[in-house]
């Protein structure tokens, strides 16, 4: 651990390593960061100094790119504390000091590859195409995940020397990282006093380990650059004030009650009912666990003692405190009673094998006409009935479409409507990528990275396959058409035929190449049956298909496709 510390008599920072050992683990490194580290040029006379905590942050993680691959973590992906406005600074440090160029540490025409990928699917002013010109990346959430996969296997190869990210590059992903940088240990939180709260020291001690992981790096180096963030890290070092793990349902019956309680508000129905949609949702994960728990055939007379019995064998239970465990008695009470009158009637089966909540089922069987001659019909998968059907007066006809959209408007700060959603899935399902999306919608492309990846591609993706899958399970001997069986994963992947489907399902997970492929095929005639033709003719014919798209697929998108045929050639022989 390295804690960057101002000197007394200087202008400029030391490095202490391990303070909390005992000398010779323990030694300081002086003019860590010093003089022209910490200024800008603004013109050839005059410097800015650095002195903001991004500012201070990026500094020190550019000077660490001459010990090896340095990952400067954030906890929000936009914002002071986020990814975008470091990397935002990362930019302007590096370009205007041309002697901290990290290019030199990227293959030849690395950068480029990058820089032609990324044109392609956010523009060439978004700023991670900037980014990846100078040697930088950065790693969030809001990507799809074949961007997220270069960025990684960027770091992975060695071919990158600073990325910052949050936490999605850290969990989960052993890489090459030789140095951490922990930009802060605190993280935005709606329920929390002040809307900040400090990260939980095993999420803490998750992301330090990735310093020196992964096989390339036997040892590895954590700076934290912040005074603030001291006391947290010793916390972690020390291990002290270490949070004991809960269950999730537990964490979820526990921020219910206490911000009831803040508010000295009482469990019931009524207030339960009367919460936010943010809590609402919480609510629906305890209404799912109760589904989880029952078997599909429930005596309903015997439905309040079975709950009963039930919720003490859960792991919440056993964790919980006798106070506790009155509040998660009454908590799953009350909600059974919303799931009483399903069982009466019979419907609880249907539930269960629905995978959807309790609000979410309700509203759909309401709303939705299942006995429509469109479920019956043979039809293309933008075709204009359907989705007047499916989107216009289904969907956005929902009160949960309804309130996502206003969570999704204030939390991004747009003003979208049911047709400006219709007119981005129609944009996204053709094939467009971020930068005419953006043009079209008059959003920022961050904006549209959102709506696309986080509430198109998961909640209104969520809603439909739950509409699809109640049909299935409400009609007896019917079998769903090809085109509505799938419908919600051409509109996750962006894609508006079986034959892009069946190609993802085989392997070839890039976007770009996707669309280019199913282009061809249909240019040379290519009659799509099923998975299994195609995957034929991906054998046989895979080689020419591969130089014929050489010039004009990116050099990215040309060798994940080239890979992609390998394996397949692999596997069949195999």
């Given at each position: 651990?390295?804690?960057?510390?101002?000197?007394?008599?200087?202008?400029?920072?030391?490095?202490?390593?391990?303070?909390?050992?005992?000398?010779?683990?323990?030694?300081?490194?002086?003019?860590?960061?010093?003089?022209?580290?910490?200024?800008?040029?603004?013109?050839?006379?005059?410097?800015?100094?650095?002195?903001?905590?991004?500012?201070?942050?990026?500094?020190?993680?550019?000077?660490?790119?001459?010990?090896?691959?340095?990952?400067?973590?954030?906890?929000?992906?936009?914002?002071?504390?986020?990814?975008?406005?470091?990397?935002?600074?990362?930019?302007?440090?590096?370009?205007?000091?041309?002697?901290?160029?990290?290019?030199?540490?990227?293959?030849?025409?690395?950068?480029?590859?990058?820089?032609?990928?990324?044109?392609?699917?956010?523009?060439?002013?978004?700023?991670?195409?900037?980014?990846?010109?100078?040697?930088?990346?950065?790693?969030?959430?809001?990507?799809?995940?074949?961007?997220?996969?270069?960025?990684?296997?960027?770091?992975?190869?060695?071919?990158?020397?600073?990325?910052?990210?949050?936490?999605?590059?850290?969990?989960?992903?052993?890489?090459?990282?030789?140095?951490?940088?922990?930009?802060?240990?605190?993280?935005?939180?709606?329920?929390?006093?002040?809307?900040?709260?400090?990260?939980?020291?095993?999420?803490?001690?998750?992301?330090?380990?990735?310093?020196?992981?992964?096989?390339?790096?036997?040892?590895?180096?954590?700076?934290?650059?912040?005074?603030?963030?001291?006391?947290?890290?010793?916390?972690?070092?020390?291990?002290?004030?270490?949070?004991?793990?809960?269950?999730?349902?537990?964490?979820?019956?526990?921020?219910?009650?206490?911000?009831?309680?803040?508010?000295?508000?009482?469990?019931?129905?009524?207030?339960?009912d009367s919460l936010s949609e943010e809590l609402q949702e919480l609510l629906d994960n305890i209404d799912?666990?109760?589904?989880?728990?029952?078997?599909?055939?429930?005596?309903?007379?015997?439905?309040?003692?079975?709950?009963?019995?039930?919720?003490?064998?859960?792991?919440?239970?056993?964790?919980?405190?006798?106070?506790?465990?009155?509040?998660?008695?009454?908590?799953?009470?009350?909600?059974?009673?919303?799931?009483?009158?399903?069982?009466?009637?019979?419907?609880?089966?249907?539930?269960?094998?629905?995978?959807?909540?309790?609000?979410?089922?309700?509203?759909?069987?309401?709303?939705?006409?299942?006995?429509?001659?469109?479920?019956?019909?043979?039809?293309?998968?933008?075709?204009?009935?359907?989705?007047?059907?499916?989107?216009?007066?289904?969907?956005?006809?929902?009160?949960?479409?309804?309130?996502?959209?206003?969570?999704?408007?204030?939390?991004?700060?747009?003003?979208?409507?049911?047709?400006?959603?219709?007119?981005?899935?129609?944009?996204?399902?053709?094939?467009?990528?971020?930068?005419?999306?953006?043009?079209?919608?008059?959003?920022?492309?961050?904006?549209?990275?959102?709506?696309?990846?986080?509430?198109?591609?998961?909640?209104?993706?969520?809603?439909?396959?739950?509409?699809?899958?109640?049909?299935?399970?409400?009609?007896?001997?019917?079998?769903?058409?090809?085109?509505?069986?799938?419908?919600?994963?051409?509109?996750?992947?962006?894609?508006?035929?079986?034959?892009?489907?069946?190609?993802?399902?085989?392997?070839?997970?890039?976007?770009?190449?996707?669309?280019?492929?199913?282009?061809?095929?249909?240019?040379?005639?290519?009659?799509?049956?099923?998975?299994?033709?195609?995957?034929?003719?991906?054998?046989?014919?895979?080689?020419?298909?591969?130089?014929?798209?050489?010039?004009?697929?990116?050099?990215?998108?040309?060798?994940?496709?080239?890979?992609?045929?390998?394996?397949?050639?692999?596997?069949?022989?195999?």
């Amino acid at each position: 651990y390295g804690f960057l510390k101002k000197m007394d008599r200087t202008n400029g920072f030391l490095l202490d390593i391990n303070p909390h050992k005992k000398r010779p683990y323990n030694y300081q490194l002086y003019k860590y960061l010093f003089d022209e580290e910490l200024s800008i040029p603004i013109s050839e006379t005059k410097s800015k100094k650095i002195t903001s905590k991004k500012g201070i942050s990026v500094a020190v993680s550019i000077k660490a790119t001459g010990s090896g691959t340095v990952a400067l973590f954030a906890p929000h992906k936009r914002g002071y504390t986020g990814v975008e406005g470091l990397a935002d600074e990362a930019l302007i440090q590096l370009t205007s000091k041309p002697q901290n160029d990290l290019s030199k540490y990227s293959p030849a025409g690395y950068l480029e590859s990058l820089t032609e990928y990324f044109s392609i699917v956010f523009g060439k002013d978004y700023l991670l195409t900037e980014c990846s010109k100078i040697g930088i990346l950065f790693h969030h959430g809001d990507f799809p995940q074949n961007v997220r996969e270069i960025v990684e296997d960027s770091l992975r190869d060695n071919k990158i020397r600073l990325v910052i990210c949050t936490n999605t590059l850290a969990e989960g992903v052993n890489l090459p990282i030789k140095t951490m940088v922990l930009h802060s240990t605190k993280r935005y939180n709606p329920f929390a006093i002040n809307n900040y709260s400090p990260l939980k020291i095993r999420d803490l001690k998750n992301l330090v380990g990735r310093a020196g992981r992964a096989g390339k790096e036997t040892k590895g180096l954590v700076i934290i650059p912040h005074a603030q963030d001291f006391n947290r890290i010793n916390d972690l070092i020390l291990e002290r004030n270490v949070e004991p793990v809960k269950g999730q349902l537990y964490n979820i019956v526990h921020l219910i009650t206490n911000f009831l309680e803040r508010r000295r508000l009482p469990i019931t129905a009524e207030i339960l009912d009367s919460l936010s949609e943010e809590l609402q949702e919480l609510l629906d994960n305890i209404d799912v666990s109760l589904i989880d728990l029952l078997a599909e055939e429930v005596d309903p007379k015997r439905l309040d003692s079975l709950v009963n019995e039930l919720v003490t064998e859960t792991l919440s239970y056993y964790q919980a405190n006798e106070n506790e465990k009155k509040t998660l008695n009454n908590m799953f009470n009350l909600r059974v009673n919303k799931l009483r009158p399903i069982i009466e009637r019979g419907d609880f089966a249907i539930l269960k094998n629905s995978g959807t909540n309790i609000r979410l089922y309700e509203e759909i069987t309401e709303h939705f006409d299942f006995d429509d001659k469109i479920w019956n019909n043979e039809f293309e998968p933008l075709d204009k009935e359907w989705i007047n059907y499916i989107l216009d007066n289904g969907v956005f006809k929902l009160n949960r479409f309804t309130k996502n959209l206003q969570i999704f408007n204030e939390d991004n700060r747009c003003e979208l409507d049911s047709g400006k959603v219709k007119k981005a899935i129609l944009l996204w399902m053709n094939g467009n990528w971020y930068e005419k999306m953006s043009n079209d919608l008059e959003l920022e492309t961050h904006q549209v990275l959102r709506l696309i990846n986080s509430f198109i591609s998961y909640n209104i993706q969520t809603i439909i396959s739950s509409v699809i899958r109640l049909k299935e399970l409400k009609s007896e001997d019917y079998a769903l058409p090809t085109q509505l069986a799938n419908w919600s994963s051409y509109l996750q992947h962006g894609i508006n035929s079986q034959l892009q489907l069946d190609i993802i399902e085989l392997g070839l997970i890039d976007r770009v190449a996707v669309l280019e492929v199913s282009n061809y095929l249909n240019q040379i005639g290519y009659q799509h049956e099923d998975y299994e033709t195609i995957k034929s003719f991906l054998i046989f014919n895979g080689v020419e298909l591969i130089e014929v798209l050489r010039e004009t697929l990116p050099i990215i998108s040309y060798n994940k496709l080239r890979t992609f045929i390998n394996r397949l050639n692999i596997r069949n022989i195999l």
